[in-house]
């Protein structure tokens, strides 16, 4: 499962690693990026495939979804839940990521993500940060749909989608999030309908995990200090928590 991640960067720094999309509705984001302590529900930048108005020629583009795919269809007695995530060897027939799968997926720019791991030394897990060891932006995979709220205002949702763990993701999950590389990209956004062979675990040697404090428990705390390392050590506070 994936469900929190972060954004350390600023707009600028994300439009320019990822030059290759025009801008699109970046500048709506202004103030909710940074964003250290992400979670399901809130808004995010991502990349699709859209005509350009005038045009019509088709090219990546930035532009702002909700974290929470919901159906196209959806009715307002409808309670399901929005799909946060997906695993990669269902998504073919799931009944909601399916067709989003065939024709609308979607590239999540992030600097990391967050996993929890069984303490010996307490009954409260141990959450981690996972990034590159470069410590730059990469992709997560992802899918998207349109959804026409009662109030006639479309909005853009999106889902993360799983795959088996990497071996450094297995010391604390059954799942990670798909990552792409960057080759991968164009392909991931083409009309492919199924491009599952990029579904794959990322490798583990590029990647990097560290002990931070509680506080990411608490989605009211927002601030750089959630993705700090803390000390471990049972004697010297290994538990830290943000105030």
């Known amino acids: 499962m994936c469900?929190?991640?972060?954004?350390?960067?600023?707009?600028?720094?994300?439009?320019?690693?990822?030059?290759f999309a025009g801008q699109g509705e970046l500048d709506g984001l202004?103030?909710?990026?940074?964003?250290?302590?992400?979670?399901?529900?809130?808004?995010?930048?991502?990349?699709?495939?859209?005509?350009?108005p005038g045009t019509g020629i088709v090219a990546p583009v930035f532009v702002i979804a909700k974290w929470g795919l919901v159906?196209?269809?959806r009715?307002?007695?409808?309670?399901r839940l929005p799909l946060v995530d997906v695993r990669c060897e269902k998504i073919a027939s799931h009944k909601l990521a399916g067709p989003a799968?065939?024709?609308?997926?979607?590239?999540?720019?992030?600097?990391?993500?967050?996993?929890?791991?069984?303490?010996?030394?307490?009954?409260?897990?141990?959450?981690?940060?996972?990034?590159?060891?470069?410590?730059?932006?990469?992709a997560l995979a992802g899918i998207w749909e349109v959804w026409r709220h009662?109030?006639?205002?479309?909005?853009?949702?999106?889902?993360?989608?799983?795959?088996?763990?990497?071996?450094?993701?297995?010391?604390?999950?059954?799942?990670?999030?798909?990552?792409?590389?960057?080759?991968?990209?164009?392909?991931?956004?083409?009309?492919?309908?199924n491009p599952f062979d990029l579904m794959k675990p990322y490798s583990a040697d590029l990647m990097t995990m560290w002990p931070i404090g509680t506080g990411v428990d608490n989605l009211k705390n927002t601030g750089p200090e959630i993705i700090s390392p803390?000390?471990?050590?049972?004697q010297r506070h290994r538990n830290r928590r943000l105030s």
């Open 3 to 19: 469900s929190r991640v972060y954004i350390k960067e600023s707009l600028h720094d994300l439009a320019r690693s990822f030059a």
């Open 30 to 52: 202004i103030d909710r990026i940074p964003r250290y302590n992400g979670s399901p529900s809130q808004v995010y930048p991502i990349i699709i495939q859209e005509a350009a």
């Open 71 to 73: 159906s196209a269809s």
């Open 75 to 79: 009715t307002p007695s409808d309670r």
């Open 101 to 138: 799968y065939r024709s609308r997926r979607c590239l999540i720019p992030v600097n990391g993500f967050f996993g929890w791991k069984s303490s010996p030394h307490s009954r409260e897990k141990q959450p981690y940060a996972i990034a590159m060891k470069t410590d730059v932006l990469f």
């Open 150 to 193: 009662p109030a006639g205002i479309d909005i853009r949702t999106f889902a993360v989608i799983t795959c088996a763990p990497n071996e450094m993701m297995k010391t604390l999950s059954e799942r990670m999030p798909v990552i792409l590389r960057r080759q991968e990209y164009e392909r991931w956004l083409s009309p492919d309908p």
């Open 230 to 234: 803390v000390n471990l050590d049972p």
